[in-house]
Structures are given as C-alpha cells and as structure tokens.
C-alpha cells in the first residue's frame, strides 16, 4: 500500500485531497493510508464562536473528502515543545 503524511488544516487539505485523487487514478486497487498530521497549535489558540464554527466546519469538510480517498485515516497530535 501506499502511507501519506499530511497537514490537512488550512488550504492544504484541498491539496492532498487533489494529490490522492490523482493517485486513486493511476493505482485502483492499491490500499491507500493517510496520516493527518496537525502541530500543537491548532487546537491550543483560543477563537471566537464564528472561528470555532468555521474550524468545525472546515475538518468535516476535509475529513470527509479525504477519507473518500483512503482506506484509513490515523490523526496525529504532534507534542508541543513548551513545556
């Protein structure tokens, strides 16, 4: 199979979602897993209601188009460095 690692907050879920498309093309019946990969931050700053709301928003987005993708999606929470 083939493994990806990826940041898919931010603009760059729409970029993996294109990357594996094209690899779902070419290899039809290669198992395809995907590591979402977030940094420490993503969920550590504080937003408003409407900032929560479109953060929410925008993984159900991008997790639902990524796993249409992929056999199996495993989420890491990279550490942070501060202690």
Same mark, same amino acid.
């Given at each position: 199979?083939?493994?990806?690692?990826?940041? *898919?907050?931010?603009?760059?879920?729409?970029?993996?979602? *294109?990357?594996? %498309?094209?690899?779902?093309? %070419?290899?039809?019946?290669?198992?395809?897993?995907?590591?979402?990969?977030?940094?420490?931050?993503?969920?550590?700053?504080?937003?408003?209601?409407?900032?929560?709301?479109?953060?929410?928003?925008? *993984?159900?987005?991008?997790?639902?188009?990524?796993?249409?993708?992929?056999?199996?999606?495993?989420?890491?929470?990279?550490?942070?460095?501060?202690?």
């Amino acid at each position: 199979g083939i493994q990806f690692v990826v940041d *898919d907050s931010g603009g760059f879920s729409s970029v993996a979602a *294109d990357f594996l %498309e094209n690899i779902a093309d %070419e290899y039809t019946n290669t198992p395809v897993m995907l590591y979402s990969a977030r940094g420490p931050g993503t969920y550590m700053n504080p937003l408003s209601q409407k900032g929560s709301i479109s953060r929410a928003l925008h *993984d159900a987005v991008s997790f639902s188009r990524l796993s249409s993708l992929c056999k199996l999606i495993v989420p890491i929470g990279l550490p942070s460095l501060s202690t």
